[in-house]
């Protein structure tokens, strides 16, 4: 499978985005599929995940109440809609896909990623 991450951008704190990862030779229902965020001169985070199965959904902390991860199946995409969006959410985004249905807040669990996209959160 192929992933193709979108809808970052510059946004005011307390705004909101929806990103975007569209599948490709593949499709998001045979995968169980993550968003991760590298901040500036960070490591790269786990932030949400959803279980192939479309019924499970993990959030780091710092994220909930905040973000929602979603799975369109007719458009084979996955989305991340951000809410509130503070500037520590300043990051670049990736999504990525997973034969795994088990410990999907860990990058190593992950067989396939996508480029990422720039989302900063600033006044």
């Known amino acids: 499978v192929q992933l193709q991450a979108s809808g970052g951008g510059l946004v005011q704190p307390g705004g909101s985005l929806i990103l975007s990862c569209v599948a490709s030779e593949g499709s998001v229902t045979d995968y169980s599929m993550g968003w991760f965020r590298q901040p500036p001169g960070k490591e790269r985070e786990f932030v949400s995940a959803?279980?192939?199965?479309?019924?499970?959904?993990i959030y780091t902390d710092s994220v909930k109440g905040r973000f929602t991860i979603s799975r369109q199946n007719a458009k084979n995409t996955v989305y991340l809609r951000m809410n509130n969006l503070k500037p520590e959410d300043t990051a670049v985004y990736f999504c990525a896909a997973s034969h795994s249905s088990a410990d999907l807040d860990l990058e190593y669990e992950y067989d396939y990623w996508g480029q990422g996209t720039q989302v900063t959160v600033s006044s």
């Open positions: 959803l279980h192939w199965g479309g019924y499970e959904k």
